[in-house]
């Protein structure tokens, strides 16, 4: 098994330092690769990587996120694949339980983590218990699973199911429902396995989140709408049922600002579910 890990880039190197080391210290009895996809950030970004001993720096002009994931995908070689954005990280032993839960279920395509939910000091604020997606959930509501973590086989780039770049904000969501459609088999690792940053600048508070939304329910029609009720409760449903409402203990490690270049502990972690509020800033 060898792993790649994509992370498209745009000068965030404060950022990327930290999302570098998460992986560079990741324990595995396998090949690890780390392909930084950027859009031709400068120097400061190319001084970060340098001094990275897992990562390879492909410079590429791209017309997005997006399309800078798909690049990457392009390039790497990995039988096991995912994207780690610049202010997400991977917590100590993520790939190694990643890589065991597939060694033990080669019939699983797509398997998804938990994640902790941090404020832009990097300090915990909550936890996401993943549930399985739903096609119609999806479809109607937005996007229930984390991709810092989500794990995919080899075949799911080898078939051409990347990111569609006509959506700048929602393209994670579009592409998981191009995986349900397609039929590829999808697990859940109920343990976590990275942390999310809530920056204020992260996609899902941009200006024009709501503008993409409403193009993507355009071509909906009223009964599908109509949906969206039964739709909601069903995955509550499915929540309550696999415990994510359920405050969660747990001792952790990752990297912050002010602990660089080593993880800092959080020992006795008590953390609820709910997303919490973090106000938009904006990116310069």
């Given at each position: 098994?060898?792993?790649?890990?994509?992370?498209?880039?745009?000068?965030?190197?404060?950022?990327?330092?930290?999302?570098?080391?998460?992986?560079?210290?990741?324990?595995?009895?396998?090949?690890?690769?780390?392909?930084?996809?950027?859009?031709?950030?400068?120097?400061?970004?190319?001084?970060?990587?340098?001094?990275?001993?897992?990562?390879?720096?492909?410079?590429?002009?791209?017309?997005?996120?997006?399309?800078?994931?798909?690049?990457?995908?392009?390039?790497?070689?990995?039988?096991?694949?995912?994207?780690?954005?610049?202010?997400?990280?991977?917590?100590?032993?993520?790939?190694?339980?990643?890589?065991?839960?597939?060694?033990?279920?080669?019939?699983?395509?797509?398997?998804?983590?938990?994640?902790?939910?941090?404020?832009?000091?990097?300090?915990?604020?909550?936890?996401?218990?993943?549930?399985?997606?739903?096609?119609?959930?999806?479809?109607?509501?937005?996007?229930?699973?984390?991709?810092?973590?989500?794990?995919?086989?080899?075949?799911?780039?080898?078939?051409?199911?990347?990111?569609?770049?006509?959506?700048?904000?929602?393209?994670?969501?579009?592409?998981?429902?191009?995986?349900?459609?397609?039929?590829?088999?999808?697990?859940?690792?109920?343990?976590?396995?990275?942390?999310?940053?809530?920056?204020?600048?992260?996609?899902?508070?941009?200006?024009?989140?709501?503008?993409?939304?409403?193009?993507?329910?355009?071509?909906?029609?009223?009964?599908?709408?109509?949906?969206?009720?039964?739709v909601l409760a069903r995955h509550l449903l499915d929540k309550w049922q696999q415990g994510a409402y359920q405050?969660?203990?747990?001792?952790?490690?990752?990297?912050?600002?002010?602990?660089?270049?080593?993880?800092?502990?959080?020992?006795?972690?008590?953390?609820?579910?709910?997303?919490?509020?973090?106000?938009?800033?904006?990116?310069?």
């Amino acid at each position: 098994m060898k792993f790649s890990i994509v992370t498209p880039s745009f000068k965030q190197p404060e950022w990327l330092r930290l999302c570098l080391a998460s992986v560079a210290d990741q324990q595995v009895d396998c090949e690890l690769e780390h392909i930084i996809q950027d859009n031709c950030s400068g120097e400061a970004v190319r001084a970060v990587v340098a001094g990275s001993p897992r990562a390879r720096l492909i410079t590429e002009s791209d017309q997005g996120m997006y399309d800078a994931i798909n690049r990457g995908l392009r390039h790497s070689t990995g039988g096991v694949c995912a994207y780690l954005n610049c202010d997400e990280q991977y917590l100590p032993g993520a790939l190694c339980r990643v890589a065991a839960y597939f060694a033990v279920h080669p019939e699983v395509d797509v398997l998804f983590g938990d994640s902790i939910i941090a404020d832009p000091s990097l300090m915990p604020l909550a936890y996401r218990r993943v549930v399985l997606p739903r096609r119609w959930h999806t479809l109607l509501r937005p996007l229930g699973v984390l991709t810092c973590s989500t794990f995919f086989r080899r075949k799911v780039v080898d078939d051409g199911v990347l990111f569609d770049p006509v959506w700048k904000i929602i393209g994670d969501k579009a592409w998981i429902l191009a995986l349900l459609d397609r039929g590829y088999r999808m697990a859940v690792l109920q343990e976590p396995v990275a942390v999310f940053a809530m920056t204020g600048a992260n996609l899902s508070l941009h200006q024009n989140v709501h503008a993409e939304r409403r193009r993507w329910r355009e071509g909906f029609s009223p009964l599908i709408r109509l949906a969206k009720p039964l739709v909601l409760a069903r995955h509550l449903l499915d929540k309550w049922q696999q415990g994510a409402y359920q405050e969660q203990q747990l001792a952790s490690a990752w990297y912050t600002p002010d602990s660089f270049p080593v993880r800092r502990d959080f020992a006795q972690l008590t953390l609820g579910w709910k997303w919490p509020s973090i106000s938009p800033r904006p990116v310069l």
